[in-house]
């Protein structure tokens, strides 16, 4: 059904002349820059986190805290420190937090892009995939969390949409991620995790 109301969509917006499918892709190119550029701003405050716990349960507690946030853990090679996971969007966040972010983000979106491009209120057409990368330093433990997103309803439509999370809803989910995790440690008397300076 949804896939039938996108191609009614972009019939109307190519018989009306409006944009081209290179048009549209190269406006998600752009959306896409903009997000990054937010993102790295701030990234040092919600991307990475140290911590004082031993290699292998940390390695366990990360694989939980992702399943617990309502992500299908894909793989998990204990030897990189690399556990990858993915869901449909909004997960981690609530439905009225993605709200949120779309009523903060859909000025923008449509600044860059035009009057067709919007956050939708629904974004489950959207997977995300979410990778921890867990890497051990002399004394401790540094996590990196990184994000990317598919539409692959958009893309049978020829249309390559954004692979960026808004950075609002990046901050919010990692957020998550990270307090789940601490809480985790906090009950088996680990120290939680700390912000890279």
């Known amino acids: 059904m949804r896939i039938f109301k ?13 944009i081209s499918i290179p048009e549209m892709n190269a406006k998600f190119r752009e959306i896409d820059r903009v997000w990054l550029v937010d993102y790295q701003k701030d990234e040092v405050s919600y991307r990475k986190r140290i ?32 556990i990858s996971a993915e869901a449909n969007a909004p997960t981690p966040l609530s439905m009225d ?7 903060l983000e859909n000025p923008r979106v449509k600044e860059i892009g035009g009057w067709m491009f919007y956050m939708a209120d629904d974004p489950s057409d959207y997977i995300i995939f979410a990778r921890a990368a867990l890497a051990k330093t002399k004394n401790n433990i540094v996590i990196t969390l990184d994000y990317e997103l598919d539409m692959p309803e958009y893309r049978e439509l020829g249309l390559t949409p954004s692979r960026v999370a808004p950075p609002s809803s ?16 906090i009950d088996l008397n680990y120290p939680p995790s700390r912000k890279i300076n």
Request: net charge positive; aromatic share 14%.
């Open 97 to 103: 937090e993605w709200k949120k972010v779309a009523d």
């Open 170 to 185: 990046v901050k919010i989910g990692s957020m998550k991620f990270w307090n789940a995790l601490d809480k985790k440690l």
């Open 51 to 82: 911590f004082d716990v031993k290699y292998q349960e940390l390695f366990d507690l990360v694989k939980q805290t992702a399943i617990d946030l309502g992500y299908a853990v894909t793989s998990a090679n204990l030897n990189s420190g690399l």
């Open 6 to 18: 996108n191609l009614v969509l972009l019939s109307f917006i190519f018989i009306q002349g409006c």
